[in-house]
């Protein structure tokens, strides 16, 4: 049947309710979607009735499928410090087995490895920034040994203040971390040769030095001074809260000594900077602006760039941060153990990038955890003291090291794939 409407004169066809009027528009919008739409090759579905719809019931919308569903599980397997808490809790274990009633638990012993994880903890996290930013740092063991001579050679010799000679030790050492970061984000070499050929300038400028200004290569007397200058006594010699520790122990608890002194004087300032430092650095790379562009840099330079994070800030800024770090790890260690050395500080890189990958670093950059790179070195503490309060020989700790890197390495690598692969 053909229906054919006059469309000159109005209200032509009153007999048509304004259903079936409906009906005809959607008609032609089908016969004229499927015209466009059949030159191009396309199939269109059927247009749904818009008042059939209304009454049909309504159904679930589909999910969308740029939304990742994981499990609870898989987010915490996915997390880069999962394996190092799991790591720490099996090394707790082991060493609770095997050596918990030599004392390695008490109060003396928990401060004696405590200690032990926060001067590496120092570096662990400078260095875990800046693999995170896809770059690495071979000078800090080296820049230990700068800055502490940097303190000792000025102050015992050309008497200068201490703090002044700290402060000077600080200036030196964040300005070759800005060179370090400068050349590398100038001649685009990799940072393994920049920081390879500043481990060696600045060793070598360590034990020149030290000749050159004191005939020898260790340098005493920093202790004294230390203990007579306000700031460096405040900051970064000695323990803290040692009225609390002195109370506890006539109260007590904990252990006095002939002397009436507690056996544990107080918190080792280290630990201290060490929480402090992984705090800050913690909150900036996971709630910050600034850690976000340190994740971007790490996981594409290039397209990180392209959307105006400034790169090459961020980098030197890094640089400047592991300088930083190394430094305040030499200040604290001249002025706890009051000498200065040209071979302080060897291998120290190397053990601050294990920490960072025991965490979660990778080492390819654009991930990692703070957190993780600090329960990396409470492992190391943990296992080098650990092993003195058992029968195992100390010198199966490298060992146990390199075997802890590899086990760490493939574990991340393993899991990481296990989990996109059940995405």
């Known amino acids: 049947m053909q229906i054919i409407l006059d469309l000159t004169t109005p209200f032509a066809a009153p007999a048509f309710s304004q259903r079936a009027a ?74 609770g087995v095997s050596a918990g009633s030599s004392g390695m638990f008490n109060l003396d012993g928990v401060m004696n490895w405590s200690q032990v994880a926060a001067y590496l903890g120092l570096l662990a996290v400078g260095a875990c920034l800046l693999m995170i930013a896809g770059e690495f740092d071979l000078s800090i063991g080296s820049m230990i040994g700068f800055a502490g001579m940097m303190v000792a050679i000025p102050s015992v010799y050309f008497h ?8 000077f030790a600080f200036v030196c050492s964040m300005l070759l971390g800005a060179l370090n970061g400068y050349l590398v984000v100038k001649t685009r070499l990799p940072s393994f040769i920049v920081t390879l050929a500043f481990l060696f300038i600045l060793r070598g400028l360590t034990l020149a030095l030290s000749i050159l200004f004191a005939d020898r290569t260790i340098i005493s007397g920093v202790g004294d001074l230390a203990q007579n200058d306000w700031l460096a006594n405040t900051l970064f010699h000695g323990v803290a809260l040692h009225g609390l520790f002195s109370w506890l122990g006539h109260m007590g608890i ?17 630990i201290l900077w060490w929480l402090a430092l992984a705090a800050v650095s913690a909150f900036v790379l996971a709630k910050t602006r600034f850690g976000n562009w340190i994740l ?123 989990v996109s692969q059940a995405q």
């Open 22 to 95: 409906a009906c005809v528009c959607q008609a032609a919008g089908r016969a004229l979607q499927g015209a466009i739409m059949g030159i191009a090759g396309k199939h269109v579905p059927p247009l749904s009735n818009a008042a059939d719809s209304s009454s049909a019931p309504a159904t679930a919308a589909p999910a969308d499928e740029r939304v990742r569903r994981q499990s609870w599980f898989g987010h915490i397997l996915n997390r880069p410090e999962f394996a190092a808490i799991s790591g720490a809790v099996l090394v707790f274990i082991v060493f």
């Open 160 to 167: 200068w203040p201490l703090s002044v000679a700290i402060l």
């Open 254 to 270: 904990g252990k006095l000594l002939d002397s009436g002194e507690p056996l544990v004087p107080g918190i080792p300032k280290v």
């Open 296 to 418: 971007a840099v790490g996981g594409d330079a290039n397209a990180a760039k392209n959307v105006g994070v400034p790169m090459r800030r961020v980098k030197i800024s890094l640089f400047v941060l592991t300088a930083f770090c190394s430094c305040l790890f030499a200040v604290l260690q001249v002025c706890d153990i009051g000498s200065a050395a040209a071979d302080r500080g060897l291998q120290k890189e190397f053990e601050a990038i294990i920490a960072a990958v025991i965490g979660g670093t990778l080492l390819t950059g654009g991930y990692g955890s703070v957190i993780g790179a600090c329960f990396g070195a409470l492992i190391f503490g943990v296992v080098q003291i650990g092993i003195t309060y058992t029968n195992v020989s100390s010198d199966w700790f490298r060992v146990f090291l390199g075997v802890m890197l590899l086990i760490a390495v493939l574990f991340n690598h393993y899991v990481r794939r296990r």
